[in-house]
Protein backbone atom coordinates (compact mmCIF):
# COMPACT_ATOMS: atom_id res chain seq x y z
CA UNK A 1 0.00 0.00 0.00
CA UNK A 2 1.70 3.52 -1.13
CA UNK A 3 1.57 5.46 1.96
CA UNK A 4 3.29 9.32 2.42
CA UNK A 5 3.32 10.57 6.01
CA UNK A 6 4.23 13.66 6.77
CA UNK A 7 6.18 15.62 10.06
CA UNK A 8 7.13 19.04 10.74
CA UNK A 9 5.90 22.09 10.15
CA UNK A 10 4.14 24.19 13.09
CA UNK A 11 5.13 27.94 13.60
CA UNK A 12 7.75 30.20 13.35
CA UNK A 13 8.81 33.79 13.25
CA UNK A 14 10.17 35.52 9.78
CA UNK A 15 13.20 34.53 9.07
CA UNK A 16 13.10 31.49 11.08
CA UNK A 17 13.30 27.86 9.89
CA UNK A 18 11.70 24.77 9.85
CA UNK A 19 12.35 20.74 8.48
CA UNK A 20 9.36 18.94 6.74
CA UNK A 21 9.60 15.77 6.05
CA UNK A 22 7.77 12.93 3.70
CA UNK A 23 8.40 9.31 4.90
CA UNK A 24 7.02 7.13 1.76
CA UNK A 25 6.32 3.14 2.17
CA UNK A 26 4.96 0.56 -0.38
CA UNK A 27 7.10 1.49 -3.29
CA UNK A 28 10.49 2.01 -3.75
CA UNK A 29 12.02 5.41 -3.59
CA UNK A 30 14.75 5.08 -5.91
CA UNK A 31 12.40 4.57 -9.29
CA UNK A 32 10.12 7.97 -7.97
CA UNK A 33 9.88 11.53 -7.48
CA UNK A 34 9.23 13.55 -4.59
CA UNK A 35 7.31 17.02 -5.21
CA UNK A 36 6.24 19.88 -2.15
CA UNK A 37 3.33 21.67 -3.00
CA UNK A 38 1.80 24.65 -0.91
CA UNK A 39 -1.74 26.32 -0.77
CA UNK A 40 -2.10 29.30 0.87
CA UNK A 41 -5.86 30.17 1.97
CA UNK A 42 -7.79 31.75 -1.42
CA UNK A 43 -4.44 31.18 -3.27
CA UNK A 44 -4.06 28.35 -6.06
CA UNK A 45 -1.68 25.78 -5.44
CA UNK A 46 2.19 26.04 -6.16
CA UNK A 47 4.57 23.70 -6.69
CA UNK A 48 7.72 24.39 -4.36
CA UNK A 49 10.62 21.91 -4.90
CA UNK A 50 10.83 18.69 -6.41
CA UNK A 51 13.61 15.81 -6.61
CA UNK A 52 13.70 13.11 -9.20
CA UNK A 53 15.40 10.21 -7.53
CA UNK A 54 15.70 8.24 -10.23
CA UNK A 55 17.99 10.87 -11.93
CA UNK A 56 18.69 13.11 -9.07
CA UNK A 57 17.35 16.06 -10.84
CA UNK A 58 15.70 18.88 -8.22
CA UNK A 59 13.48 21.93 -8.91
CA UNK A 60 13.02 24.77 -7.07
CA UNK A 61 10.10 27.60 -7.41
CA UNK A 62 11.96 31.04 -7.75
CA UNK A 63 10.02 31.90 -4.91
CA UNK A 64 12.32 29.56 -2.55
CA UNK A 65 15.33 28.83 -4.28
CA UNK A 66 17.90 29.80 -2.21
CA UNK A 67 16.13 29.10 1.15
CA UNK A 68 14.62 25.81 0.87
CA UNK A 69 16.42 22.89 0.14
CA UNK A 70 15.10 19.37 -0.35
CA UNK A 71 16.82 16.24 0.30
CA UNK A 72 16.75 12.69 0.39
CA UNK A 73 17.66 10.19 3.20
CA UNK A 74 18.34 7.01 1.58
CA UNK A 75 18.13 5.05 5.08
CA UNK A 76 14.88 5.98 5.71
CA UNK A 77 13.20 6.19 2.61
CA UNK A 78 12.15 9.81 3.45
CA UNK A 79 12.07 13.08 1.46
CA UNK A 80 12.72 16.19 3.30
CA UNK A 81 12.37 20.11 2.72
CA UNK A 82 14.56 22.11 4.89
CA UNK A 83 13.16 25.61 5.28
CA UNK A 84 15.27 28.58 6.31
CA UNK A 85 14.67 32.80 5.95
CA UNK A 86 11.13 32.12 5.86
CA UNK A 87 8.84 34.81 5.00
CA UNK A 88 4.97 35.59 6.30
CA UNK A 89 4.14 34.47 2.42
CA UNK A 90 5.47 31.37 3.59
CA UNK A 91 2.43 30.65 5.39
CA UNK A 92 0.49 27.97 3.71
CA UNK A 93 -0.76 24.23 4.14
CA UNK A 94 1.98 21.98 2.71
CA UNK A 95 1.60 18.78 1.30
CA UNK A 96 4.27 16.48 -0.38
CA UNK A 97 3.61 13.76 -3.65
CA UNK A 98 5.01 11.09 -5.38
CA UNK A 99 4.72 10.22 -8.68
CA UNK A 100 3.54 6.77 -8.17
CA UNK A 101 -0.38 5.84 -8.88
CA UNK A 102 -2.42 4.24 -6.30
CA UNK A 103 -2.09 6.65 -3.21
CA UNK A 104 -4.64 8.82 -1.66
CA UNK A 105 -6.08 11.50 -4.56
CA UNK A 106 -4.62 15.22 -4.57
CA UNK A 107 -6.14 17.68 -2.32
CA UNK A 108 -6.55 20.30 -5.08
CA UNK A 109 -8.71 18.54 -7.37
CA UNK A 110 -9.66 15.34 -5.46
CA UNK A 111 -8.21 13.38 -8.42
CA UNK A 112 -6.42 10.24 -8.76
CA UNK A 113 -3.40 11.92 -11.27
CA UNK A 114 -2.28 15.48 -11.10
CA UNK A 115 0.27 16.38 -12.90
CA UNK A 116 2.62 19.16 -12.85
CA UNK A 117 4.97 20.65 -15.84
CA UNK A 118 7.68 22.54 -13.88
CA UNK A 119 8.12 18.93 -11.67
CA UNK A 120 9.87 17.61 -14.60
CA UNK A 121 6.41 16.55 -16.10
CA UNK A 122 5.37 14.07 -13.65
CA UNK A 123 2.03 12.79 -12.27
CA UNK A 124 1.31 12.70 -9.06
CA UNK A 125 -0.73 9.84 -7.62
CA UNK A 126 -0.15 9.82 -3.70
CA UNK A 127 0.02 12.41 -1.81
CA UNK A 128 0.78 12.91 1.91
CA UNK A 129 -2.39 14.42 4.41
CA UNK A 130 -0.67 18.01 4.22
CA UNK A 131 1.00 19.95 7.08
CA UNK A 132 0.42 23.48 8.10
CA UNK A 133 3.29 26.08 8.39
CA UNK A 134 2.93 29.64 9.69
CA UNK A 135 5.28 32.17 9.73
CA UNK A 136 4.33 35.45 11.66
CA UNK A 137 5.84 37.90 14.38
Known amino acids: QVQLVQSGGGMVQPGGSLRLSCATS????????IGWFRQAPGNAPEGVSC????????YYADSVKGRFTISRDKDKDTVSLQMDSLKPEDTAVYYC??????????????????????????????WGPGTQVTVSS
Open 97 to 126: AADIHGGVSDPFTHRPFFNYGPFFNKTFGA
Open 26 to 33: GFNLDWYS
Open 51 to 58: ISNSDGRI
